[in-house]
C-alpha cells in the first residue's frame, strides 16, 4: 500500500522507505522522535497542524513524494477513520458556536454546517472566521466576531441567532500556565475563567429562555479530561473545566424537564495546533509530564466535532447531564 498525507505516522515508521524520511525529519528540526508516541495513529497530515505553523504543506507533500518516486498517489479511503457527515442532520437547525475560527470549534462549525445547519459562528479573531466561511461559500454561516468575556460581544452573537435557537456549542477555551495554586497568579485565573467558565455560563443564561420558550435545545459544553482528574493541566485550568461539568450537570437537572439537553464533551490529548502561554510553571509541568506522557492518543479537531456533533443532534435524543470522555481511553488509565 502507498504511503501518504492519510497513512498513519506509525504507518510511515514503520516502512522501510517511510521510517528514514521522518526520522531524518526529526533530526532536521532537533524534536526527539519519542514525541511521536501518543500520536503514532494520526495521520501524517496532521502534523501540519501540530506544528503550529512551524511545518508547512511542502514539507508533507515533499515527504509523501519521496516515499512514492516523486508522486503524490490517491488517498486510499480505508486509510484510518474518514469524518463521514451525515446529510441533513442539522437542516432546519439554528446553533451557536464559540471558537469557531479554529481547532476544535472550527471542525464543529464546520462539520454543522456541511450537515445543513444554520451556523453562528462565534470567534475573537475576525480574520479567521472569514476565512472559514470562505472555505464552505454554500453553506449558511454568520460570522461574529468578539471577546465573550464582554456582555456586548455575547449580545451579538444572540442579536446574530435571532428568534430561533436550537443549539449551542460553548467550545472556545484557553489553556492555563500549569501552575499549582501556590503559584497561580491573579491574572492567569481570572483570564482562564472568564474564558472558559463565564462566558459559557452567560451564554447558556442567554440562550436558555429563548429554548424554554420554544420547548426544545440542546446546549454542549466542552470540558476536559481535566475536569475529570487533577494531572492533567494546572489549578486554573483544571478548575475552570471542573466548574463547567457543575455548570452542565445543574442546567441538565434543572431544564431536562423542559426539554433541553444539556451535555459536556471532555477531550484528552487534541491536536489543533492551539499554543500553550507563556512563561510556563517549572514545578507544575514537571510533576504533570509523566501523566500527560501516558496519553494512550492524541485525537484530531474533527475526531471531537463527531462527539459534539452527535450530542447536539436528535441522535442524542435520550442524553441529558452526560460527560462524555472522546480521550482515546485516558480517563479509564
Not at 453562528?120 to 466561511?133: F, G, R, V
Not at 497568579?185 to 442567554?206: C, G, Q
Not at 510553571?281 to 452527535?310: D, K, N
Amino acid at each position: 500500500m502507498a504511503l501518504t498525507a492519510h497513512s498513519t505516522i506509525g504507518d510511515w515508521l514503520n516502512d522501510p522507505t517511510g521510517g528514514p524520511l521522518i526520522r531524518a525529519l526529526f533530526e532536521q528540526t532537533g524534536a526527539d522522535p519519542e514525541l511521536l508516541a501518543p500520536v503514532l495513529g494520526l495521520p501524517l497530515q496532521q502534523l501540519v497542524a501540530m506544528s503550529q505553523g512551524a511545518l508547512p504543506q511542502s514539507v508533507v507533500d515533499d515527504l509523501v513524494r519521496a516515499a512514492n518516486g516523486g508522486e503524490i498517489p490517491e488517498a486510499d479511503e480505508s486509510e484510518g477513520w474518514t469524518e463521514r457527515p451525515t446529510t441533513g442532520r442539522f437542516s432546519g437547525k439554528t446553533v451557536i458556536v464559540t471558537g469557531a475560527a479554529s481547532g476544535i470549534g472550527k471542525a464543529t462549525a464546520s462539520r454543522i454546517a456541511r450537515e445543513g445547519g444554520r451556523v453562528i459562528a462565534s470567534d475573537i479573531a475576525a480574520d479567521k472566521l472569514d476565512a472559514l466561511k470562505a472555505e464552505l461559500p454554500d453553506a449558511d454561516i454568520t460570522t461574529v466576531a468578539g471577546d465573550l468575556t464582554k456582555q456586548d460581544a455575547i449580545d451579538a452573537v444572540i442579536a446574530a441567532a435571532g428568534d430561533r435557537i436550537d443549539a449551542l456549542a460553548n467550545v472556545a477555551g484557553i489553556n492555563d500556565d500549569f501552575s499549582p495554586a501556590g503559584e497561580t497568579t491573579d491574572a492567569v485565573w481570572d483570564r482562564v475563567i472568564a474564558i472558559n467558565l463565564t462566558a459559557p455560563f452567560k451564554l447558556m443564561r442567554a440562550v436558555l429562555p429563548i429554548m424554554e420558550k420554544a420547548g426544545r435545545g440542546s446546549i454542549l459544553n466542552v470540558a476536559s479530561e481535566a475536569g475529570l482528574r487533577g494531572n492533567a493541566s494546572g489549578n486554573a485550568y483544571t478548575a475552570s473545566k471542573h466548574g463547567i461539568i457543575g455548570v452542565t450537570k445543574s442546567a441538565a437537572f434543572m431544564y431536562g424537564p423542559k426539554g433541553i439537553r444539556v451535555n459536556s464533551v471532555a477531550p484528552g490529548g487534541v491536536a489543533t495546533g492551539i499554543p500553550m502561554p507563556p512563561n510556563m510553571s517549572e514545578y507544575g509541568s514537571g510533576r504533570l509530564a509523566p501523566f500527560q506522557q501516558a496519553i494512550p492518543t492524541v485525537a484530531t479537531a474533527e475526531h471531537l466535532a463527531a462527539s459534539i456533533t452527535f450530542l447536539l443532534s436528535d441522535d442524542a435524543v435520550n442524553i441529558n447531564g452526560a460527560v462524555l470522555a472522546s480521550d482515546g481511553g485516558w480517563s479509564v488509565q
